[in-house]
């Protein structure tokens, strides 16, 4: 049977085939002398006579191609691709690719690429991007650019997404969303585009926030038939994003997207359907939509929420979240629910709403009112109209009391031992003396010190008496610590995501460890994104992933993230 993998990338190079017979202009802008020593290919352009030659062997390429003689079309192919013809040097990599000899072909687009040939840029990319044994998101982003200054839309979306994510270059949402409105503005527009357009102006990610313009570009993409638009648009209607609130048309377009099983949308349909918003209540249908928004759809290859959440996608968080809140498709917890809305909460309003919704049912008004002021400042419709009804002698202005901020140790000179002494619990040997230092910060109350000292006692002491005192000390420091990892505090994430995983004062979980560590990482704490690579490359979860994570661990100072991409994501050997 056939890999999902190679059946994707079958009918995506397939498709190629044609545009590449069809639009590649043999000869055409050709790069100077420079640019082809710069890309290391072996392939020169044709002299004349080899020109002439070539172009013989590509038209009978073309007669036995349309004669269904594939061996003798491929052999003429072949021949024209090593005489220098950029077209079929581009046609022949494809045909390495459905042959799975993807050094070949990777030779051959780049021998295309130097010469000029506007796909071959963007179909390498592609293959640093997708294909396992040769992802690499540097040359993925490297290849994606040339192909988007070539105005191809798919390799500007792509560049885009590489921008967006940070995958093989540095994050920068600005520039992503210059590249996503150049696919989205093309006559044929991308429709991922167009939905990533409309994100960053719904959520102000790299443009100043507009949900009345990120409405437009929903609708836009929604009238192409396409599943990640319409629900976009069904969240506007759904919330009051730049349109006014609506029910039954945010149903209207969110029974559109799950028709091409998008969990997003299924999701949010068995929330209508279990509230009866816009619909009749039928807690029958919602329990289906539940079921296969977990499940995710092997016909359209989509994973379910849970597996998209573990892999950082926030949309999928959120909703995973309410699940957990309500109980729906999964069993009712409100500890996961607030995880995974945490964890979603940077980038998404309608989380910072739920978390206040939560903390409310558990009669916490202060926390409440500090998640409706984060969302009323990202102009949250319902975050504003909860703020007037709940609090309404207060100021609209964000008010975040004390106790919303992250703690910091109060323990004066000890304070700067604290920071030196939890970096190295986890090598060989602690001097003395920085574990008193963490031993007087521990005895003061501090839970980031209690928990590295509970790290101490555990890996440096040993034995029944060491673990006994470990146990001690992350008993005291687990709510501390957890209150201050809720507060924003991406050291004390860092820490809660390790007993999560250990099982050190809490029942192991690795989900819940997951969590806070991507918590920590979204932050910019370098140690976290170090932790998160680490974690998505040891379960070889997903490639892309470890490589952003270790990337930008380096960027943010950590010397062993950046010695550890050298040996395991090597730039690729150039021909």
Same mark, same amino acid.
Request: with cysteine.
């Given at each position: 049977?056939?890999?999902?993998?190679?059946?994707?990338?079958?009918?995506?190079?397939?498709? &190629?085939?044609?545009?590449?017979?069809?639009?590649?202009?043999?000869?055409?802008?050709?790069?100077?002398?420079?640019?082809? !020593?710069?890309?290391? $290919?072996?392939?020169?352009?044709?002299?004349?006579?080899?020109?002439?030659?070539?172009?013989?062997?590509?038209?009978?390429?073309?007669?036995?191609?349309?004669?269904?003689?594939?061996? %003798?079309?491929?052999? +003429?192919?072949?021949?024209?691709?090593?005489?220098?013809?950029?077209?079929?040097?581009?046609?022949? *990599?494809?045909?390495?690719?459905?042959?799975?000899?993807?050094?070949?072909?990777?030779?051959?687009?780049?021998?295309?690429?130097?010469?000029?040939?506007?796909?071959?840029?963007?179909?390498?990319?592609?293959?640093?991007?997708?294909?396992?044994?040769?992802?690499?998101?540097?040359?993925?982003?490297?290849?994606?650019?040339?192909? =988007?200054?070539?105005?191809?839309?798919?390799?500007?979306?792509?560049?885009?997404?590489? +921008?967006?994510?940070?995958?093989?270059?540095?994050?920068?949402?600005?520039? =992503?969303?210059?590249?996503?409105?150049?696919?989205?503005?093309?006559?044929?527009?991308?429709?991922?585009?167009?939905?990533?357009?409309?994100?960053?102006?719904?959520?102000?990610?790299?443009?100043? @926030?507009?949900?009345?313009?990120?409405?437009?570009?929903?609708?836009?993409?929604?009238?192409?038939?396409?599943?990640?638009?319409?629900?976009?648009?069904?969240? +506007?209607?759904?919330?009051?994003?730049?349109?006014?609130?609506?029910? %039954?048309?945010?149903?209207?377009?969110?029974?559109?997207?799950?028709?091409?099983?998008?969990?997003?949308?299924?999701?949010?349909?068995?929330?209508?359907?279990?509230?009866?918003?816009?619909? $009749?209540?039928?807690?029958?249908?919602?329990?289906?939509?539940?079921?296969?928004?977990?499940?995710?759809?092997?016909?359209?290859?989509?994973?379910?929420?849970?597996?998209?959440?573990?892999?950082?996608?926030?949309?999928?968080?959120?909703?995973?979240?309410?699940?957990?809140?309500?109980?729906?498709?999964?069993? @009712?917890?409100?500890?996961?629910? &607030?995880?995974?809305?945490?964890?979603?909460?940077?980038?998404?309003?309608?989380?910072?709403?739920?978390?206040?919704?939560? *903390?409310?049912?558990?009669?916490?008004?202060?926390s409440a009112e500090r998640w409706l002021r984060k969302a009323a400042k990202r102009d949250n419709p319902s975050a504003k109209k909860l703020l *007037?009804?709940?609090?309404?002698?207060?100021?609209?202005?964000?008010?975040?009391?004390?106790?919303?901020?992250?703690?910091?140790?109060?323990?004066?000179?000890?304070?700067?031992?604290?920071?030196?002494?939890?970096?190295?619990?986890? !090598?060989?040997?602690?001097?003395?003396?920085?574990?008193?230092?963490?031993?007087?910060?521990?005895?003061?109350?501090?839970?980031? =010190?209690?928990?590295?000292?509970?790290?101490?006692?555990?890996?440096?002491?040993?034995?029944?008496?060491?673990?006994?005192?470990?146990?001690?000390?992350?008993?005291?420091?687990?709510?501390?610590?957890?209150?201050?990892?809720?507060?924003?505090?991406?050291?004390?994430?860092?820490?809660?995501?390790?007993?999560?995983?250990?099982?050190?004062? &809490?029942? @192991?979980?690795?989900?819940?460890?997951?969590?806070?560590?991507?918590?920590?990482?979204?932050?910019?704490?370098?140690?976290?994104?170090?932790?998160?690579?680490?974690?998505?490359?040891?379960?070889?979860?997903?490639?892309?992933?470890?490589?952003?994570?270790?990337?930008?661990?380096?960027?943010?100072?950590?010397?062993?993230?950046?010695?550890?991409?050298?040996?395991?994501?090597?730039?690729?050997? &150039?021909?």
């Amino acid at each position: 049977m056939m890999s999902n993998t190679k059946m994707k990338r079958n009918i995506f190079f397939a498709a &190629v085939a044609v545009i590449l017979a069809g639009t590649a202009v043999y000869g055409a802008g050709l790069p100077d002398k420079t640019d082809r !020593q710069a890309e290391k $290919t072996e392939t020169e352009a044709p002299d004349n006579a080899d020109r002439k030659k070539a172009e013989e062997l590509y038209l009978q390429y073309e007669e036995y191609d349309s004669n269904d003689e594939s061996e %003798k079309a491929v052999e +003429c192919l072949r021949q024209a691709a090593e005489l220098g013809h950029d077209k079929a040097q581009a046609l022949y *990599a494809y045909t390495c690719m459905t042959e799975d000899r993807i050094d070949e072909a990777i030779k051959w687009y780049r021998a295309a690429a130097a010469q000029g040939n506007t796909m071959a840029p963007t179909l390498l990319g592609r293959i640093y991007f997708e294909e396992e044994q040769k992802m690499n998101m540097k040359e993925a982003a490297r290849w994606f650019r040339k192909g =988007a200054e070539q105005g191809k839309t798919f390799a500007q979306r792509m560049y885009g997404i590489c +921008c967006f994510e940070g995958y093989g270059v540095t994050q920068d949402r600005a520039e =992503a969303v210059k590249w996503f409105r150049k696919a989205a503005e093309q006559f044929i527009p991308d429709s991922e585009a167009l939905y990533m357009l409309g994100v960053c102006y719904r959520d102000g990610l790299g443009v100043e @926030q507009d949900r009345a313009e990120a409405a437009k570009w929903f609708r836009k993409g929604a009238g192409h038939t396409d599943d990640y638009n319409a629900y976009g648009l069904g969240v +506007c209607y759904m919330e009051g994003y730049g349109v006014e609130q609506d029910m %039954k048309e945010a149903v209207k377009w969110f029974l559109k997207a799950a028709e091409q099983d998008l969990p997003y949308a299924q999701c949010a349909l068995g929330i209508c359907y279990a509230h009866g918003l816009g619909v $009749t209540e039928d807690p029958a249908k919602a329990g289906d939509y539940f079921k296969k928004a977990m499940a995710g759809s092997a016909k359209y290859s989509s994973k379910g929420l849970p597996e998209r959440a573990e892999n950082g996608d926030h949309e999928a968080q959120y909703w995973l979240g309410v699940c957990y809140e309500e109980g729906r498709g999964v069993r @009712q917890d409100d500890t996961m629910a &607030v995880a995974w809305l945490q964890a979603a909460e940077q980038e998404n309003d309608r989380a910072q709403v739920a978390l206040a919704r939560l *903390a409310l049912n558990a009669g916490d008004r202060d926390s409440a009112e500090r998640w409706l002021r984060k969302a009323a400042k990202r102009d949250n419709p319902s975050a504003k109209k909860l703020l *007037a009804e709940l609090f309404p002698e207060k100021e609209a202005g964000e008010k975040e009391d004390a106790s919303a901020q992250p703690r910091t140790a109060e323990i004066g000179a000890t304070v700067k031992r604290l920071v030196s002494a939890l970096r190295p619990v986890d !090598q060989e040997t602690l001097d003395t003396e920085s574990v008193e230092w963490l031993r007087k910060a521990a005895e003061q109350g501090d839970p980031k =010190a209690q928990c590295a000292l509970g790290v101490v006692c555990l890996k440096h002491y040993g034995g029944a008496e060491g673990k006994a005192e470990a146990d001690k000390w992350f008993a005291k420091a687990i709510d501390g610590l957890r209150e201050a990892a809720e507060n924003g505090d991406p050291e004390a994430q860092t820490l809660l995501s390790g007993c999560y995983g250990e099982g050190n004062g &809490v029942k @192991q979980d690795q989900t819940l460890s997951l969590i806070w560590l991507r918590k920590a990482a979204e932050q910019g704490f370098a140690r976290a994104q170090f932790g998160l690579a680490l974690m998505y490359f040891a379960e070889d979860k997903d490639m892309k992933e470890a490589d952003k994570w270790f990337r930008k661990a380096a960027e943010n100072g950590e010397s062993a993230a950046e010695g550890f991409m050298e040996r395991h994501f090597p730039d690729p050997e &150039v021909e």
